[in-house]
């Protein structure tokens, strides 16, 4: 008996990297899976098809149940083709993993605004397109008398909580999807539906291309393999989960990180206005032991 067993689930950008690590894990659990991948590139500009049917192929190769899909998430139409093709096939849907995304990195003052525009389309929009389209699915039945025990778990990055050089439409992308996040698991709660999001570090085509290879030392624990992001899904996508709502983790080889949002943590209080002077006297007393320069990445990076 697995954790997801009768469970449907969709998991966008599933082809590679992550999402099919997810996708593979998805379905060890008994979830039948629609794996959503557009075949592109990183730069999202190139297709080759492909990289669906492959894992498609794989989860049924080992007894589970699978269907590829090449529709592009990154708009209402194709959301709600991807949505429908689920419940065509399998009936239901259950699970939804937002994964699909690209990259351009480039400094933000050599950025065009092609290359802004396009990366916030498929990591936000496209967050959007697919949480919207399920949403509407699950509020449908729970209004038609249903048990709904829905689950949305998105992808954001620690580039979107704490910020990176050079990925200014893409950290801007993730950090909306973490509020994002924040939104819909107020909106979706009241009918049975959780949304978490999770900051995986992992070896892709997205880290090699920033940092290199990252393949471990010779019978090293890999740290960063795709494979250990996976669990951390399956587990939110359980019915046992349910209480786990609005929650982001860093999930990062055997690191299971629970981050809080934005919450204050110093404050100046009195009952009228501050002058600029009166707040340059008090700066000290507002940052208290804590840095007043940009933040660090709380983890290294």
Do not use: C
Request: hydrophobic content about 45%; glycine content about 12%; charged content about 20%.
């Amino acid at each position: 008996m697995g954790l997801l067993d009768g469970k449907v689930a969709i998991v966008t950008g599933g082809g590679r990297g992550i999402g099919r690590a997810e996708a593979l894990g998805l379905a060890a659990d008994g979830a039948a899976v629609v794996v959503n991948d557009l075949g592109a590139d990183l730069a999202g500009t190139e297709h080759t098809s492909g990289a669906a049917e492959e894992v498609a192929a794989e989860i049924m190769a080992r007894g589970g149940l699978a269907v590829a899909n090449s529709d592009d998430v990154a708009g209402y139409a194709g959301a709600e083709h991807l949505v429908g093709a689920a419940l065509e096939r399998f009936g239901r849907l259950d699970i939804l993993v937002n994964n699909a995304g690209i990259l351009r990195d480039k400094m933000s003052f050599n950025l065009s605004e092609q290359d802004f525009d396009d990366v916030v389309r498929v990591h936000l929009k496209g967050h959007f397109s697919m949480s919207r389209t399920a949403g509407a699915y699950w509020r449908e039945r729970h209004k038609a008398g249903q048990p709904i025990a829905g689950r949305v778990i998105n992808t954001t990055s620690e580039a979107g909580l704490f910020g990176s050089v050079g990925q200014a439409n893409y950290a801007a992308a993730k950090g909306a999807i973490a509020t994002l996040t924040l939104v819909l698991a107020r909106e979706y709660e009241r009918f049975g539906v959780t949304v978490n999001a999770i900051a995986p570090r992992a070896r892709t085509r997205m880290t090699s291309s920033a940092l290199g290879s990252l393949e471990p030392e010779p019978g090293a624990f890999d740290a960063w393999a795709p494979e250990n992001v996976a669990p951390a899904i399956t587990w939110l996508a359980s019915e046992e989960a349910g209480a786990v709502n609005g929650q982001i983790f860093i999930v990062w080889g055997g690191a299971v990180h629970l981050v809080a949002p934005f919450h204050p943590v110093s404050s100046l209080v009195r009952d009228s206005a501050w002058t600029a002077q009166e707040l340059l006297e008090h700066q000290a007393e507002l940052f208290g032991d804590r840095s007043s320069g940009i933040p660090a990445f709380p983890f290294g990076m």
